[in-house]
């Protein structure tokens, strides 16, 4: 992100269209897009009668899930590595 040209990118997600405007490339916005859609489509699949507004809501608490566990892990490898290097 060391430019602040935005992007507008079209995607579609779970059969809407979204204008998404952002810093990062065309490409890791339609991939972003892509996993959304992707969990959404998961989550429906084992919850089919899910409103959209549910089930949105549910892909975001399971992307913030995910993203704190990953965050957990790399602290402990940083400490780990800080460690080592003592």
Aim: net charge negative; charged share 30%.
């Amino acid at each position: 992100m060391s430019n602040n040209r935005k992007n507008r990118t079209s995607v579609d997600i779970y059969g809407q269209s979204y204008s998404i405007v952002g810093s990062e490339s065309t490409s890791h916005i339609r991939l972003v897009a892509s996993m959304v859609d992707d969990k959404m489509r998961e989550i429906s699949s084992v919850n089919p009668s899910l409103d959209t507004s549910k089930l949105a809501v549910l892909t975001a608490v399971n992307a913030v899930h995910d993203y704190l566990k990953l965050k957990e892990e790399m602290e402990e490898l940083e400490k780990e590595l800080k460690k080592l290097r003592d």
